[in-house]
């Protein structure tokens, strides 16, 4: 029997065996409520985690957003008294401490313009 | 049997029959009493029952928008000169305190209360129905720190926004400050007041639903509309320049115990370098001004009779007008009548024949009133209202005034003669900076500005520059009066305003001020206004001390503290010399 005989024959061998293949799995009544109410339950369940995490996630993020803002107000402060350091009155006060004193008349040099022969 | 049968089931089916009828008939009732007061619940009383919800399950919180800034800028960087800071309020609630007494001896050394105020509120805290009472506004980080960690029970902190001066001292007349009307903080006076909405932005709000403990929900509905922060102003105040003028304001206003005093310091482009008055207040704690009075800046407020520095504007309309020019000549004999009235010069001398520089020079009142007759009343009133007089300037501050120079309108010569050199009209020591400013720019008036960007909360900027008013005489008439005004300087009553090296254009001016009762009295308001170096004019000043006391004219008075800010100017400025 040569190779392309047999396969030729074999569609119809492999068409029986399809058909035990396809054949439906009885499933009582019974069976199918437990698997609803299962289905339902393991839906339910997962639900009600996902839910508590979002709320949880969301104390979290509340957590996190007050360590923020307490972070952003101590920097507004050392700013603030940074600014406060660099006003003129604090400048003039450790002028005076320190001894420092204004600066005299300035001179300017003029340039004139100056005539050149080799 | 069987018909027995039948006979017995009949009215036992019908029994059957109406019970399950009767049955029927309650469920119906009951289900329709049910339906009926759900639609009542529901539908009928909906909104009463879903604002009770809404009560007990949502908060709605007012955002609040930031307050903007105001900055100045040095070599493109912002330094803030005011901005805000926050600080706490204490509070307390009485119903849930058990010891007051306890409790006011833990937080009066931390607070510092003084007596005065812990006894009341030892009193307010003791009444158990109390829900709410402040104890102390701006507190600051450390103190309620402290008052924190005692953990007390019935005390709670709230965070509070503040405007906050990094720079103290210089210039709350110029930036106003931001008070209580009833319970909202809104800006008045100076920048403040006229920036006001700007600075505050709008409001935003937040609508979610709760749990027990009044945390907001993450997964429940919210709804959020943003704050829009305020927006910040850029300043054209040089810090520097403004620390200095009201340091060097301050040490003559001792020295010659003044009553007040002004300095403007002024680029000819119309940009203000600096505004300073004195005495002036601490807008950071305004509350403590004892008079109402200091929240006004006298630089646009106090409108006041300028004397003889008006004479500039009497010369300007003459030279402009072509009935003068620095050469011409008059006779002086000290005085002029005119119906009963006798108007003589400061120095009540007759100097004879006399020069228009030398009216300047000297500034006789008969000279400029020989200028104001020869140009006439009507030209002589336009020339003042070109200069800008009698009408606000426009600068962007709160409560400008106008001055008044209603006197040119009435009938009669005396009026356009006694205004020829400063008396009867008022002007604001801001109107006269700009008029001389004008001078110093060729002629061209224009508009005093303070702020040089308004930047907005989503980084927008708006850009303000120098604004043209009106050409107000010819630029030949301001070099002319350039001149003479330099010659009064150089050699005039405002020599001692002049630095050595550089020429500076003025005009001082001492003038009497009104009697309550009528005629003048004996005080006076010196001012000297000038600008330079005049080859190439950098900065228009003027300076003011009203009723000093001492030396009886401004050259003594006042030119000392023009000479010594300009000096100052020079220098920061790195002007070179003219000789």
Same mark, same amino acid.
């Given at each position: 029997?040569?190779? *392309?005989?047999?396969?030729?024959?074999?569609?119809?061998?492999?068409?029986?065996?399809?058909?035990?293949? *396809?054949? *439906?799995?009885?499933?009582?009544?019974?069976?199918?409520?437990?698997?609803?109410? /299962?289905?339902?339950?393991?839906?339910?369940?997962?639900?009600?985690?996902?839910?508590?995490?979002?709320? /949880?996630?969301?104390?979290?993020?509340?957590?996190?957003?007050?360590?923020?803002?307490?972070?952003?107000?101590?920097?507004? $402060?050392?700013?603030? $008294?940074?600014?406060?350091?660099?006003?003129?009155?604090?400048?003039?006060?450790?002028?005076?401490?320190?001894?420092?004193?204004?600066?005299?008349?300035? $001179?300017?040099?003029?340039?004139?313009?100056?005539?050149?022969?080799? | 049997?069987?018909?027995?049968?039948?006979?017995?089931?009949?009215?036992?089916?019908?029994?059957?029959?109406?019970?399950?009828?009767?049955?029927?008939?309650?469920?119906?009732?009951?289900?329709?009493?049910?339906?009926?007061?759900?639609?009542?619940?529901?539908?009928?009383?909906?909104?009463?029952?879903?604002?009770?919800?809404?009560?007990?399950?949502?908060?709605?919180?007012?955002?609040?928008?930031?307050?903007?800034?105001?900055?100045?800028?040095?070599?493109?960087?912002?330094?803030?000169?005011?901005?805000?800071?926050?600080?706490?309020?204490?509070?307390?609630?009485?119903?849930?305190?058990?010891?007051?007494?306890?409790?006011?001896?833990?937080?009066?050394?931390?607070?510092?209360?003084?007596?005065?105020?812990?006894?009341?509120?030892?009193?307010?805290?003791?009444?158990?129905?109390?829900?709410?009472?402040?104890?102390?506004?701006?507190?600051?980080?450390?103190?309620?720190?402290?008052?924190?960690?005692?953990?007390?029970?019935?005390?709670?902190?709230?965070?509070?926004?503040?405007?906050?001066?990094?720079?103290?001292?210089?210039?709350?007349?110029?930036?106003?400050?931001?008070?209580?009307?009833?319970?909202?903080?809104?800006?008045?006076?100076?920048?403040?007041?006229?920036?006001?909405?700007?600075?505050?932005?709008?409001?935003?709000?937040?609508?979610?639903?709760?749990?027990?403990?009044?945390?907001?929900?993450?997964?429940?509905?919210?709804?959020?509309?943003?704050?829009?922060?305020?927006?910040?102003?850029?300043?054209?105040?040089?810090?520097?320049?403004?620390?200095?003028?009201?340091?060097?304001?301050?040490?003559?206003?001792?020295?010659?115990?003044?009553?007040?005093?002004?300095?403007?310091?002024?680029?000819?482009?119309?940009?203000?370098?600096?505004?300073?008055?004195?005495?002036?207040?601490?807008?950071?704690?305004?509350?403590?001004?004892?008079?109402?009075?200091?929240?006004?800046?006298?630089?646009?407020?106090?409108?006041?009779?300028?004397?003889?520095?008006?004479?500039?504007?009497?010369?300007?309309?003459?030279?402009?007008?072509?009935?003068?020019?620095?050469?011409?000549?008059?006779?002086?004999?000290?005085?002029?009548?005119?119906?009963?009235?006798?108007?003589?010069?400061?120095?009540?001398?007759?100097?004879?024949?006399?020069?228009?520089?030398?009216?300047?020079?000297?500034?006789?009142?008969?000279?400029?009133?020989?200028?104001?007759?020869?140009?006439?009343?009507?030209?002589?009133?336009?020339?003042?209202?070109?200069?800008?007089?009698?009408?606000?300037?426009?600068?962007?501050?709160?409560?400008?005034?106008?001055?008044?120079?209603?006197?040119?309108?009435?009938?009669?010569?005396?009026?356009?003669?006694?205004?020829?050199?400063?008396?009867?009209?008022?002007?604001?020591?801001?109107?006269?900076?700009?008029?001389?400013?004008?001078?110093?720019?060729?002629?061209?008036?224009?508009?005093?500005?303070?702020?040089?960007?308004?930047?907005?909360?989503?980084?927008?900027?708006?850009?303000?520059?120098?604004?043209?008013?009106?050409?107000?005489?010819?630029?030949?008439?301001?070099?002319?009066?350039?001149?003479?005004?330099?010659?009064?300087?150089?050699?005039?009553?405002?020599?001692?305003?002049?630095?050595?090296?550089?020429?500076?254009?003025?005009?001082?001016?001492?003038?009497?001020?009104?009697?309550?009762?009528?005629?003048?009295?004996?005080?006076?308001?010196?001012?000297?206004?000038?600008?330079?170096?005049?080859?190439?004019?950098?900065?228009?000043?003027?300076?003011?001390?009203?009723?000093?006391?001492?030396?009886?004219?401004?050259?003594?008075?006042?030119?000392?503290?023009?000479?010594?800010?300009?000096?100052?100017?020079?220098?920061?400025?790195?002007?070179?010399?003219?000789?």
């Amino acid at each position: 029997m040569s190779k *392309f005989f047999r396969l030729a024959k074999k569609p119809a061998r492999e068409s029986s065996r399809s058909k035990k293949r *396809f054949s *439906f799995v009885k499933i009582s009544s019974q069976d199918l409520k437990v698997m609803l109410v /299962t289905l339902i339950a393991v839906a339910g369940i997962s639900y009600l985690i996902q839910i508590n995490s979002l709320a /949880t996630k969301g104390y979290q993020i509340k957590e996190l957003e007050n360590r923020v803002a307490e972070l952003s107000q101590e920097n507004s $402060d050392l700013q603030l $008294d940074a600014l406060s350091l660099q006003s003129m009155g604090a400048v003039k006060e450790k002028v005076d401490k320190l001894g420092l004193v204004a600066s005299g008349k300035a $001179d300017y040099l003029q340039t004139t313009p100056v005539a050149l022969a080799r | 049997m069987a018909i027995i049968k039948r006979q017995k089931s009949e009215p036992i089916q019908s029994l059957y029959q109406k019970r399950i009828t009767l049955l029927a008939l309650i469920i119906f009732f009951i289900s329709f009493v049910i339906i009926g007061r759900l639609f009542v619940l529901q539908i009928w009383d909906h909104s009463f029952y879903h604002d009770l919800a809404e009560r007990r399950q949502e908060v709605l919180k007012n955002l609040l928008p930031l307050r903007g800034s105001i900055y100045t800028k040095e070599k493109d960087q912002l330094f803030p000169l005011v901005t805000n800071r926050d600080y706490y309020l204490v509070y307390a609630e009485p119903v849930k305190i058990k010891d007051a007494k306890k409790v006011i001896d833990a937080i009066t050394p931390i607070l510092g209360l003084k007596e005065e105020e812990w006894q009341p509120l030892l009193a307010k805290l003791s009444k158990g129905s109390d829900p709410y009472e402040p104890i102390k506004h701006k507190v600051a980080k450390p103190e309620m720190e402290k008052i924190q960690a005692l953990k007390i029970e019935g005390i709670g902190i709230l965070p509070e926004s503040y405007r906050f001066y990094p720079e103290k001292g210089i210039g709350g007349q110029l930036f106003g400050f931001v008070g209580f009307k009833g319970d909202e903080k809104i800006g008045q006076y100076g920048l403040e007041g006229y920036f006001n909405q700007p600075l505050t932005g709008k409001s935003g709000e937040i609508k979610s639903i709760k749990d027990a403990l009044g945390s907001l929900i993450t997964i429940g509905p919210r709804s959020i509309k943003k704050a829009e922060n305020g927006v910040d102003l850029v300043l054209t105040i040089d810090r520097t320049v403004q620390f200095i003028a009201c340091q060097k304001l301050k040490f003559y206003y001792d020295y010659f115990r003044a009553e007040s005093g002004t300095v403007i310091i002024m680029k000819p482009s119309g940009e203000i370098l600096a505004m300073c008055n004195y005495p002036d207040y601490d807008a950071e704690n305004y509350g403590e001004v004892g008079n109402i009075d200091y929240f006004n800046n006298p630089a646009i407020f106090a409108a006041y009779e300028p004397g003889s520095v008006f004479k500039m504007v009497t010369m300007a309309a003459g030279l402009d007008s072509g009935k003068v020019t620095p050469e011409s000549t008059y006779i002086d004999t000290g005085e002029v009548k005119i119906d009963s009235f006798t108007i003589r010069n400061s120095d009540l001398k007759a100097h004879g024949q006399q020069t228009m520089i030398q009216v300047l020079e000297n500034s006789l009142n008969t000279g400029v009133i020989f200028v104001e007759q020869l140009i006439g009343k009507e030209t002589f009133q336009k020339y003042v209202k070109a200069f800008g007089f009698g009408q606000p300037t426009g600068i962007t501050l709160d409560k400008e005034m106008p001055g008044d120079i209603s006197p040119l309108d009435k009938p009669g010569r005396i009026y356009g003669m006694t205004s020829a050199f400063g008396q009867g009209i008022t002007v604001t020591p801001l109107q006269l900076t700009a008029a001389f400013g004008a001078i110093a720019n060729k002629g061209t008036l224009v508009k005093p500005y303070l702020v040089s960007e308004i930047i907005h909360p989503d980084g927008k900027k708006e850009e303000f520059g120098p604004q043209t008013v009106r050409q107000v005489v010819d630029p030949k008439t301001a070099t002319l009066l350039t001149g003479m005004l330099t010659s009064v300087v150089e050699r005039g009553y405002g020599k001692k305003a002049g630095v050595k090296g550089y020429y500076f254009a003025g005009k001082t001016g001492t003038a009497q001020v009104p009697a309550p009762g009528g005629g003048y009295g004996g005080k006076t308001i010196h001012t000297f206004v000038g600008f330079g170096p005049v080859s190439n004019p950098q900065f228009v000043m003027l300076v003011k001390l009203n009723n000093p006391s001492g030396p009886r004219f401004a050259e003594d008075t006042i030119c000392p503290l023009f000479h010594d800010i300009a000096a100052y100017l020079l220098n920061y400025y790195q002007i070179p010399p003219d000789y």
